[in-house]
């Protein structure tokens, strides 16, 4: 079956703009993950969600990283303002529940020139 | 908080030879571990997990890992290396099973496998 699907696979925006990355999870998953992973550096927690809310946000570096989920699938990750520091890998997983082995899709690659 | 250690950035192997990734963790109450494997553009794939029960823990692909509480410490090992095996390895570990799976990642340990 289909996994998790993330969109764009590249993303290259200027300093100080705005960006959507988009995530689609396993149908009828109900958590769902973003990660942050820089060059040479394991991934970093940013946000989880159980259904449509953030239970945990407590990753999400700033007030210029926001997410949503608003039905419950689909998930997407806005940056603000844009700096060349939140150039990374942006991961995405879902699991069937919290608790659950996460799946994880192939990333969106960010650079902030 | 929790967290991970993985030493050696770069392992690298001959083909046949015995694989042994190391990783580290401190975390003040039991913890569940985890081995990922990365390989180049995909996505993070599960290759084996410790919740409870059995220390010794079996993966896809021929891996396996065991649990040592007194060391904190879970190792992932292989006995005979494949080239197919060359690809990142990060050792996670979490606390809160039910409530945001906080994952705490190593840095990753890049596995080469040579002919």
């Known amino acids: 079956g289909a996994g998790v699907s993330q969109t764009p696979s590249n993303k290259v925006t200027e300093k100080g703009k705005y960006v959507e990355l988009r995530c689609d999870p396993i149908s009828g998953h109900t958590a769902l993950y973003w990660y942050r992973q820089s060059l040479g550096q394991g991934p970093e927690f940013l946000i989880y969600?159980?259904?449509?809310?953030?239970?945990?946000d407590s990753g999400l570096p700033n007030d210029r990283f926001f997410a949503v989920r608003p039905e419950g699938s689909v998930s997407t990750l806005k940056i603000q303002r844009t700096e060349r520091g939140d150039s990374a890998v942006y991961l995405c997983a879902s699991s069937l529940t919290s608790g659950d082995t996460q799946y994880f899709g192939p990333g969106t690659r960010l650079t902030v020139l | 908080a929790q967290s991970v250690t993985q030493l050696g950035s770069h392992v690298s192997v001959s083909e046949g030879a015995l694989v042994l990734l190391r990783c580290n963790y401190s975390?003040?109450?039991?913890?569940?571990l985890f081995w990922y494997v990365q390989y180049p553009n995909q996505g993070l794939q599960l290759l084996l997990k410790?919740?409870?029960?059995?220390?010794l823990v079996k993966g896809i692909n021929g891996f396996e890992a065991e649990f040592k509480k007194s060391e904190t410490s879970f190792h992932l090992t292989k006995p005979s290396a494949h080239m197919s095996d060359a690809a990142e390895y990060f050792c996670a570990v979490t606390l809160r099973r039910n409530y945001g799976q906080n994952f705490v990642f190593g840095p990753g340990t890049r596995l080469s496998v040579l002919p």
């Open positions: 410790y919740t409870t029960g059995a220390t």
């Open positions: 975390s003040s109450v039991p913890p569940y």
């Open positions: 969600f159980q259904g449509t809310g953030a239970a945990d």
